[in-house]
């Protein structure tokens, strides 16, 4: 049996969850999320608990038992809680602002980089270097942040670019030879 499958999913205060054969609705505080499942996994409400159960111990049937139970437990936290990555800009004359829903960063290019962040996710600015990216969606707030990421990815040798908030970059030693004769 999985280990992540079988556990059961609580429903907290506030937070509905509708199961129509394979297609799943969650509501919550925060907001909606729908999504279509995998047939072969049943998904049940039993007792304010979520239950997802496979129908026989083929290989496609527990990996699916793990994966739809994950889902739908990151649609249930979506709603009540939300997620949030964090990320930072390391570099000289890096910095990004926000204009209305714009983020605008300057990453060193020759131009400003707008960037409009899709629907159901809020893109907030701390400071000149550092921002978060907040939703409901967890794949969708991954998503978004690794496309600002992607933007300018921090390099090996001095590590400028955009970063995840506590993200080791691995530094090189520059060239061997500079500064000797």
Do not use: W
Not at 64 to 85: C, E, I, P
């Amino acid at each position: 049996m999985s280990r992540i499958g079988k556990l059961p999913i609580p429903i907290p205060n506030g937070v509905t969850v509708g199961v129509d054969r394979n297609y799943v609705t969650v509501e919550g505080p925060r907001g909606r999320l729908a999504r279509s499942l995998p047939p072969q996994i049943a998904v049940r409400i039993e007792d304010g608990r979520v239950r997802c159960e496979r129908p026989s111990d083929s290989r496609e049937h527990r990996s699916m038992h793990g994966l739809t139970r994950t889902l739908v437990a990151n649609m249930v936290q979506g709603v009540s809680a939300g997620y949030r990555k964090e990320l930072e800009l390391v570099g000289v004359g890096y910095r990004v602002q926000k204009q209305g829903e714009d983020l605008v960063l300057s990453l060193g290019f020759s131009h400003p980089v707008r960037f409009h962040p899709p629907q159901g996710i809020s893109v907030e600015v701390q400071d000149q270097t550092h921002f978060s990216v907040a939703g409901i969606d967890k794949e969708l707030v991954g998503q978004v942040a690794a496309d600002l990421r992607r933007l300018r990815p921090p390099e090996p040798y001095k590590g400028k670019g955009v970063r995840y908030r506590g993200e080791y970059v691995r530094r090189k030693a520059g060239k061997a030879g500079k500064g000797t004769k």
